[in-house]
C-alpha cells in the first residue's frame, strides 16, 4: 500500500522561507516521477515543481528560482526548499507520484496523493 504524508508547512510572512517534506513508503516501481502541486481556494490545482526518473527537475514559471525539489533516497523523502515566499504562494501543497507515465504537469496522470499541507504567506 503506497503512503504519501506531507509535512512542513506552516505560516510566515513574504520573503520567509519553509521546507516541505514528504515521506513515501510503499512505491515498488523501479522509477516515477515525483511531484509537488498546489492548490488555493476556488483555483484549480497546480504543479509546482516535478522530478523525473532520471533525477530531471521541472519548475513552474512563478516559482522557478525560489523553490526547489530534491529527494533522499536513503530516507525514502521528496523535499520542497521554497525561498522568497509570495502571498500568491498560499495554498494546500500536496505532494504525487505518477508510476505509470513519464513525467507531465497533469494532475490526472499521478495515481498516489499525500493529504497535503498548507502554506500560508502573509505580507
Known amino acids: 500500500q503506497v503512503q504519501m504524508v506531507e509535512s512542513g508547512g506552516g505560516s510566515v510572512q513574504a520573503g520567509g522561507s519553509l521546507r516541505l517534506s514528504c515521506a513515501a513508503s510503499?512505491?515498488?516501481?523501479?522509477?516515477?516521477?515525483l511531484g509537488w502541486f498546489r492548490q488555493a481556494p476556488g483555483k484549480e490545482r497546480e504543479g509546482v515543481a516535478l522530478?523525473?526518473?532520471?533525477?530531471?527537475?521541472m519548475y513552474a514559471n512563478s516559482v522557478k528560482g525560489r523553490f526547489t525539489i530534491s529527494k533522499d533516497n536513503a530516507k525514502s523523502t521528496l523535499y520542497l526548499e521554497m525561498n522568497d515566499l509570495k502571498p500568491e504562494d498560499t495554498a494546500m501543497y500536496y505532494c504525487a507520484a505518477d508510476t505509470l507515465h513519464w513525467c507531465s504537469w497533469s494532475p490526472p496522470n499521478f495515481g498516489y496523493w499525500g493529504q497535503g499541507t498548507q502554506v500560508t504567506v502573509s505580507s
Open positions: 510503499g512505491l515498488t516501481a523501479s522509477s516515477y516521477c
Open positions: 522530478l523525473d526518473r532520471v533525477g530531471r527537475t
